[in-house]
């Protein structure tokens, strides 16, 4: 049992240490899986070395269950047979991210058996340009499937935020947490108060209901395409996906470089936002915000979201007087320098201070947080 588990412990070591330390710690017999997994990690990490695509020496060859001559659709084949979930992800973002195997994404047959997931979305972003009619048309549905999970994930907690504000004098059949009737449901269960326990027993448990906004605002979200600012593309997406949504709210989007491009008409279909986005390029912030001006009817009811590092590349004054025009005609601005989960900004913080001095509200947000930034606007 023991030799067992030695044996178990040096494989696990061969195994990190990579081929190069076969002679010195050879699988042990019966480890044909181990070897499996050799052979794919191999045909990613001998890069590192600069060799191609893992292929060796003939002299280093082994017998047996050796070296196979993979190919990439062979290789995702393996690496999804041999390795968990978790370990799947890492590898496909290190061969993608490191390595330059854009065939993962050119292929679409190797493609369609990447595991969907936010980082997948963004290399689909980066690379859809090369990619035949075909297998652009498989990427989109992993764009479509993605999409729907981090909407799902979002939506409850969006609605909540904006479809209304606590009425503290009518109760409501409703049960959240988030609106409980404390100081109620503590009188009206008193007469429940077990004395021998000497606790509290509640019959019922009170909330307070929450009152529709029927009057519409307007939101305005511009978003700098830039390939720095691409999990702040994807959740901007999605987030004005939702506000369109909704009925208190007239959304609009544009995404820009140093090119405006108005995707209102589309906004209530983030894939198709997304599938549009052309990442790269310079970034003209003040050109976009001049175009957003535009856009705004009802300067009091406007609600005028920035998403951007406020690195500009086109004239900084244009930028900080299209601001100060903003804040002036009374629309509420939001100069979101990221929006994702994270909320790790990398911005000018320079421009930054120079944009809040002129009374717009500067600050990086996870989409929650924006939500309830908005709704706490149209609840006032």
Same mark, same amino acid.
């Given at each position: ?9 040096? /494989? ?23 070897? #499996?997994? #050799? /052979? ?36 995702? /084949? ?14 496909? =973002? ?43 048309? !498989? !990427? ?34 409703? *049960? ?18 077990? =004395? ?43 987030? *004005? ?10 959304? =609009?989007?544009?995404?820009? #470089?140093? /090119? ?8 209530? #279909? ?52 299209? *601001?100060?025009?903003?804040?002036? !005609? ?10 994702? =989960? ?20 500067? *600050? ?17």
């Amino acid at each position: 049992m023991e030799h067992s588990h030695d044996t178990e412990q040096l /494989n696990k070591w061969r195994l990190m240490l990579g081929r190069y330390a076969d002679n010195q710690i050879p699988f042990g017999a019966g480890s044909k899986t181990m070897q #499996d997994m #050799d /052979n794919v990690l191999d045909y990613l990490y001998s890069r590192e070395y600069g060799e191609d695509e893992g292929v060796r020496d003939p002299k280093e060859l082994r017998g047996g269950s050796g070296q196979s001559q993979l190919t990439v659709s062979k290789w995702i /084949n393996e690496v999804n047979r041999l390795f968990p979930k978790e370990t799947i992800e890492v590898l496909e =973002k290190e061969a993608l991210d490191r390595y330059g195997m854009t065939e993962l994404l050119t292929d679409e047959s190797v493609l369609e058996k990447l595991e969907p997931n936010q980082e997948l979305l963004k290399l689909i972003l980066q690379l859809k340009g090369l990619m035949s009619p075909k297998v652009l048309s !498989a !990427a989109k549905q992993i764009v479509r499937r993605v999409v729907e999970e981090l909407r799902k994930k979002f939506e409850q907690e969006i609605r909540q935020s904006l479809t209304g504000r606590v009425d503290k004098n009518q109760e409501s059949p409703v *049960a959240s947490a988030r609106n409980l009737d404390m100081k109620k449901t503590i009188l009206r269960n008193l007469k429940h108060y077990d =004395k021998e326990k000497e606790r509290l027993v509640l019959e019922k448990v009170y909330f307070y209901s929450r009152v529709r906004q029927n009057v519409t605002w307007h939101v305005v979200i511009c978003v700098d395409e830039s390939g720095s600012m691409l999990d702040s593309v994807i959740h901007s997406a999605v987030m *004005a996906g939702i506000f369109a949504s909704l009925p208190m709210l007239e959304t =609009k989007l544009v995404i820009f #470089d140093t /090119n405006v491009v108005d995707l209102s008409e589309s906004v209530d #279909d983030a894939v198709e936002t997304l599938m549009s986005v052309q990442l790269g390029g310079g970034t003209d912030i003040g050109k976009a915000m001049r175009y957003c001006e535009t856009l705004v009817t009802e300067p009091e009811r406007t609600i005028f979201v920035l998403v951007t590092d406020l690195y500009e590349g086109g004239r900084p004054q244009e930028m900080y007087a299209c *601001a100060r025009g903003l804040v002036e !005609a009374g629309v509420k601005v939001m100069i979101l320098t990221a929006l994702d =989960k994270e909320a790790n900004p990398n911005y000018d913080r320079k421009a930054a201070a120079k944009m809040a001095a002129l009374g717009a509200n500067v *600050a990086a947000m996870t989409p929650g947080e924006l939500a309830d930034w908005v709704g706490g606007i149209i609840h006032e």
